[in-house]
């Protein structure tokens, strides 16, 4: 059985210090739901880089196809899945975008090459060869031989204000145990209710 507490994140704090010591890749990996302009939805995975009372935060290029989806209906879900402890735990709710503080401080913590990255690659667009890219991340490099890298003006946070988390555990003959945690707005108290399987 899941073990309730009045507040998710810190079940979600938990599990995910559980998944920090047993998965054998990034326990910070996440599905990332949006919604396009036609409806369709579109899903990819993407990481965890921060999480607090406030939300849950992750990064792109705003220029992306989630980040154009993002910034035109500012609404995700996010799926956590543990295959090692047989979790998983679903998040949905209105996203927000960052702060340029909060973004430029992250961004000032990634690797050199990543910030390069950043300014180099038109994500989501498509890509006339590798030759290309590689030309454009040894532009962006030479021109940032020293000194800091900046953040791009395209390249930010979002964060996904929670209204529903479910936790999911694995259960024997699938008789999985379920616990959704509900609100309506973000600034409102939880309620809780199990599910079934």
């Known amino acids: 059985m899941i073990r309730e507490k009045s507040d998710p994140l810190a079940l979600f704090r938990e599990w995910y210090d559980e998944a920090a010591k047993s998965e054998p890749n990034d326990p910070s990996a996440m599905s990332l739901a949006t919604v396009g302009p036609d409806g369709m939805p579109a899903v990819r995975m993407v990481l965890l880089k921060d999480f607090d009372a406030a939300g849950f935060v992750f990064y792109t290029n705003y220029q992306s196809r989630k980040g154009?989806?993002?910034?035109?209906?500012?609404?995700?879900?996010?799926?956590?899945?543990?295959?090692?402890?047989?979790?998983?735990?679903?998040?949905?709710?209105?996203?927000?975008?960052?702060?340029?503080?909060?973004?430029?401080?992250?961004?000032?913590?990634?690797?050199?090459?990543?910030?390069?990255?950043?300014?180099?690659?038109?994500?989501?667009r498509p890509l006339e060869s590798r030759f290309a890219l590689e030309?454009?991340?040894?532009?962006?490099?030479?021109?940032?031989?020293?000194?800091?890298?900046?953040?791009p003006p395209h390249w930010?946070?979002?964060?996904?204000?929670?209204?529903?988390?479910?936790?999911?555990?694995?259960?024997?003959?699938?008789?999985?145990?379920?616990l959704e945690y509900r609100r309506t707005v973000p600034a409102e108290p939880w309620t809780t209710r199990t599910l079934y399987p």
Do not use: C, M, N
């Open 68 to 124: 154009e989806h993002l910034l035109a209906h500012p609404k995700a879900a996010l799926l956590f899945h543990w295959k090692s402890l047989r979790r998983q735990v679903r998040l949905e709710g209105p996203v927000v975008q960052v702060s340029a503080e909060e973004a430029d401080a992250y961004f000032a913590t990634r690797a050199r090459g990543s910030q390069i990255g950043a300014w180099a690659s038109d994500q989501s």
């Open 135 to 151: 030309k454009r991340v040894a532009e962006v490099t030479a021109r940032h031989v020293v000194g800091k890298v900046p953040r």
């Open 156 to 178: 930010s946070g979002f964060r996904l204000e929670p209204l529903l988390i479910e936790f999911w555990q694995d259960g024997a003959f699938r008789l999985h145990d379920r």
